[in-house]
C-alpha cells in the first residue's frame, strides 16, 4: 500500500515523518526473546547503563533484563515495575507498575493508571496520575536507525507532599523493534531515552 508523508520535520537527534494509518501494522503486545539486545544513549529509566540483554521472558509474568549491576523487570507490556542494583535494592521503582504503554496501540487509544513512583537519583518517591493517548503514526529516526512508530503523549500528575505538578512526556513504540525506541520528557529529562542499537534473536 502506498505511503502517505504528510510531514517531515528536523530535531535536534531525530527528525519525524508522518505516515498514513493504512501504514500502522498491528500492535500487540510486544514479543522480546532472551539474547535480545536493546542500547540506549546514556540512560534507561534514569539509570545510567546502555546495554540491556533479556535474561528471563515470563519470571512472575515480568520480562528480566541484565545491564551491568542492573536488572530491569518490566511487564508482559514493556511497563517499568522496577530496576535494581546488584544487591536488590530498587534505583527506580514503580508501584504497581509504570503506565507508559496499553496493547493493543492504535490511533485514538486512551488509558489511564495510577502508581507510586520512587528514583533513588534523587531520593523522592511520589504519587502519580498518567494520562496517555496514542496520538499518531510516524517514523521516527534514532540512532539505532528509522523507525515506523506508534506516538504517545503523556501527561503525568504527581504529588510530593504539599508539591504538586504536571509533566508531559512522549514516547515512541516500534513494533518492528519491539520496543519503545525514544522518549522525549521535557520536564524532566532525567527520563529521556533514546535506542542507539537493537540485536534480537
Known sequence: MKRILMVCGALPAAFVCLLSLADAPPADKPTPKVGDVLEYADKYYAVKCKRWVVKE?????????????????????????????KNGKPVTEFKPQAYALAFPLHVGKKWEGKNVGFSAIDGYTWNDEAKCEVTGFETVKVAAGEFPAYKVDCKDSWSVDSFSGIDTSTRWYSPKANAIVKVSSPDRDKWEMELTSLSTK
Open 57 to 85: 521472558t515470563n519470571k512472575n509474568g515480568n520480562v528480566v533484563s541484565q545491564c551491568g549491576d542492573y536488572t530491569a523487570y518490566n511487564t508482559a507490556d514493556g511497563n517499568l515495575v522496577k530496576i535494581e542494583d
